[in-house]
């Protein structure tokens, strides 16, 4: 079965760090871009990075500078850093797999929550 | 950044009803449009890729049509189980213009 599920998301105090887990099965994970979105409660959705094949890293400016995606072929796993949060960055984070050349998600992890908080 | 505009932010409608959603972008970006259904606690679903392409899965009641800055969702018979938020993608990235998704249409039973 394809399958992205992401972990290590939790309460977090303001200007600290996590670090972020997705681990892949049922393909092969190294021949895909892969993504993370995030989503705060109740509101829409939001890219935060990108990550190509070739180890090539895209991030919107909301999040540059703050915020690494990362991958590890070998172990079927993305990871995204988490540096300097604010409550701002409190939401749940997906992990997405870009199945298609045009660039679409076709599959997404269940989420896994961040809350940036004192 | 490209702005995606989705219109109607929400609409009520009743099963068996035909449903159009709008996605307008702010430049064109061909067909790099996508769209996903979510449901609430859930993660979202692919239903649309490349503007009018069915997902593997998806009930062919789901169509999407456009290209350019215009472009639209459409569900030819709502069925119970669509009653959900949707959302549209443009996926016309570089390095220089990420990613973005519309604000969201939330499909409510009339």
């Known amino acids: 079965e394809v399958q992205l599920v992401e972990s290590g998301g939790g309460l977090v105090q303001p200007g600290g760090s996590l670090r972020l887990s997705c681990a892949a099965s049922?393909?092969?994970?190294?021949?895909?871009?892969m993504h993370w979105v995030r989503q705060a409660t109740g509101k829409g959705l939001e890219w935060v990075s990108a990550?190509?094949?070739?180890?090539?890293?895209y991030y919107p400016g909301s999040v540059k500078g703050r915020f690494t995606i990362s991958r590890e072929n070998a172990k079927n796993s993305l990871y995204l850093q988490m540096n300097s949060l604010r409550a701002g960055d409190t939401a749940v984070y997906y992990c997405?797999?870009?199945?298609?050349?045009?660039?679409?998600?076709?599959?997404w992890g269940q989420g896994t929550m961040v809350t940036v908080s004192s | 950044d490209i702005q995606m505009t989705q219109s109607p932010s929400s609409l009520s409608a009743s099963v068996g009803d035909r449903v159009t959603i709008t996605c307008r972008a702010s430049q064109s970006i061909s067909s790099y449009l996508n769209w996903y259904q979510q449901k609430p606690g859930k993660a979202p679903k692919l239903l649309i890729y490349a503007a009018s392409s069915l997902q593997s899965g998806v009930p062919s009641r789901f169509s999407g049509s456009g290209s350019g800055t215009d472009f639209t969702l459409t569900i030819s018979s709502l069925q119970p189980e669509d009653f959900a938020t949707y959302y549209c993608q443009q996926s016309y990235s570089t390095a220089l213009t990420p990613i973005t998704f519309g604000q969201g249409t939330r499909l409510e039973i009339k």
């Open positions: 990550i190509g094949t070739a180890g090539d890293t």
């Open positions: 049922g393909f092969t994970f190294s021949s895909y871009d």
């Open positions: 997405a797999r870009a199945g298609d050349p045009l660039g679409a998600f076709d599959i």
